[in-house]
């Protein structure tokens, strides 16, 4: 980067003021050098960083983009709500409307509640899972990712061995390492945790597997425990009843967030009526979690979903994708797979052990206007038509076809 580009500025003051420049995963550490840390806009299916600099993205604000960014109707309701006020004393008719829309939607849930962050929604799931059973065991799968607070931080930093005292880890998509962790919570078995697919950072995604959701919840219905399923990251974009409609397994709570609202920030939980008494009688609640413009922003995006059939579109536009990159990269002799469902895909190199390859191609795709991710699955949105998937994709075969020439000048 030039050192007097507004985005190197802004890393400099940073440097002083923010830890490390800038906290979690947001930080452009996490991405390859080159990257911008500092955005200026969104339009559509492009992003904007502060040097002016637009780039396809194909992270959509790693995942709260669904729609596209500021898709016109979902900024005009959010701003009806904020022309009269968002932070109010207490929730506005939104909440009503979004809960009744939730309900309409979601298959299993019979009742929804609003936060603010996926780790909020998946917290509160766990705390109403023992609330509603008066048992403390909760499983989780091992490196999956569920939020950012003590319980379910990937980190250890900062965590206690108590926050953690009654998780038992089992293997997603494994039916015996699960009744293993069943036996080993015995009669405390609270909740058994899932994510919608396994999506663990740098490795293959796997889609759930039927006889495993089937596993968890036989398990949950012969115990009575909560089966929970985290579809923060995949919530809205593979099933609008819930991402495990599509393995026919409905779970008692559930969490969602990123793409509800599409950006404004939001999640939810939905529960079934077994679980209602305890989420009437728990206090959970935050500050800004009655807000009303995020709820507006909400309903119109899950009506703009229905209408606009989302998952199956962005399910093409995952396809158009995958296939495009796929070849182009076999075009340059590369070998490129892509894991996990096509609108949140995973990009994987061959004979790439330390990930430079990945590291490489995504700097020769940044600089040709394309905002790829080599590590983290990346995200399509409605905004992502067949044309602008084709710009990309030309864009990505110039960028394999550098790629190709750096490898054979090093060789
Ligand atoms: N669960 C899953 C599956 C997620 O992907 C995330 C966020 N990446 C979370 C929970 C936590 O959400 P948040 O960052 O909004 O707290």
């Avoid at 892509?338 to 949140?344: D, E, L, N, R």
Wanted: glycine share 8%.
């Amino acid at each position: 980067d030039l050192p007097n580009s507004l985005d190197a500025q802004l890393r400099r003051r940073a440097a002083s003021v923010i830890p490390g420049g800038m906290w979690g995963h947001m930080r452009a550490a996490a991405v390859p050098e080159g990257y911008p840390q500092f955005f200026a806009g969104g339009e559509g299916a492009r992003v904007r960083d502060v040097d002016g600099r637009d780039y396809i993205d194909f992270m959509c604000s790693w995942g709260p983009i669904i729609l596209g960014h500021r898709h016109p109707e979902v900024e005009a309701a959010a701003r009806e709500q904020l022309d009269r006020g968002d932070c109010l004393d207490g929730p506005t008719e939104h909440a009503v409307r979004l809960a009744e829309k939730m309900v309409a939607l979601i298959p299993h849930a019979d009742w929804a509640l609003f936060q603010k962050n996926g780790s909020d929604a998946m917290t509160t799931c766990v705390t109403l899972a023992r609330a509603g059973t008066a048992r403390r065991k909760v499983l989780v799968a091992k490196g999956a990712y569920h939020g950012a607070v003590p319980w379910c931080s990937p980190s250890v930093l900062g965590v206690t061995a108590e926050d953690r005292a009654h998780l038992i880890y089992y293997t997603y998509n494994d039916v015996e390492s699960l009744d293993a962790a069943v036996a080993e919570a015995g009669d405390d078995l609270a909740a058994i945790v899932a994510s919608a697919f396994k999506h663990d950072l740098a490795i293959r995604q796997q889609l759930p597997d039927a006889a495993f959701a089937r596993a968890a919840r036989a398990h949950c219905d012969r115990t009575g425990a909560a089966l929970v399923l985290d579809d923060v990251r995949a919530g809205f974009r593979l099933n609008l009843g819930g991402s495990w409609e599509n393995v026919g397994i409905r779970p008692d709570l559930a969490g969602y967030s990123k793409a509800i609202a599409n950006g404004y920030p939001l999640s939810a939980v939905t529960g079934n009526d077994r679980f209602r008494p305890a989420a009437e009688q728990v206090f959970v609640t935050g500050s800004f979690w009655y807000s009303g413009a995020p709820m507006a922003a909400a309903v119109k995006t899950l009506e703009i979903l229905e209408r606009e059939d989302g998952p199956a579109r962005l399910a093409a536009a995952g396809e158009r994708f995958c296939t495009g990159l796929t070849e182009a990269a076999a075009r340059h002799g590369f070998e490129v797979t892509m894991s996990g469902p096509p609108a949140i895909p995973l990009m994987h190199f061959a004979d790439d052990p330390d990930a430079k390859l990945g590291e490489a191609f995504c700097q020769q795709a940044l600089a040709r206007g394309v905002y790829l991710h080599n590590k983290h699955n990346m995200f399509l949105s409605l905004a992502h038509t067949d044309a602008v998937v084709d710009e990309a994709l030309s864009a990505i075969d110039d960028a394999f076809a550098a790629l190709a020439r750096d490898r054979s000048a090093d060789a």
